[in-house]
């Protein structure tokens, strides 16, 4: 039997890391300076999953009763077992310690895999941005705007 990932709180140090693995798992990447200027901002936390080696990340923020998921990927070799459930899990419990009321994220309408595992997650759509994510073949896709309540 195999251990679950482990789930760590990022920062700063950690910005390398968190580059590295959205890279790896989005075909636009953010840089380290774009991990800085979130992870800096009032509110903004990450965690990491390993296994042992770091294969997932989440950066969120919460502002006035409401979180939003920012980013969330998981490495291609790891989806489908259940580290992004963990991520997720781990953000909704922070989010609801720190009073949060609902948690927005929002998910490119064609990544049926995500739209799948947020739904689940008890997500639901509540708006959609026309071609908001710019794929790399020259083409667009709108985004889902999606949402939990964490206090029913």
Known sequence: ????????????????????????????????????????????????????????????????GEGEILSIGVLPSARGTGIGRALLSAVTRRMAGQGAEMLFLEVAETN???????????FVPVGRRKNYYDNPDGTHDDAIVMRRDLFV
């Not at 709180?9 to 580059?19: Q, S, Y």
């Not at 990491?48 to 989440?58: E, L, Q, R, S, Y």
């Not at 049926?112 to 008890?122: I, S, T």
């Open 1 to 64: 039997m195999t251990a679950g990932p482990v789930l760590q709180p990022a920062g700063i140090a950690h910005v390398e890391v968190l580059a590295a693995l959205h890279g790896a798992s989005f075909a636009e990447a953010w840089t380290v300076e774009t991990m800085v200027g979130l992870l800096d901002g009032n509110g903004s936390f990450a965690f990491i999953a390993t296994n042992p080696d770091p294969v997932g990340f989440v950066i969120a923020r919460l502002t006035v």
């Open 112 to 122: 049926q895999a995500a739209r799948a595992l947020y739904q689940g997650f008890g």
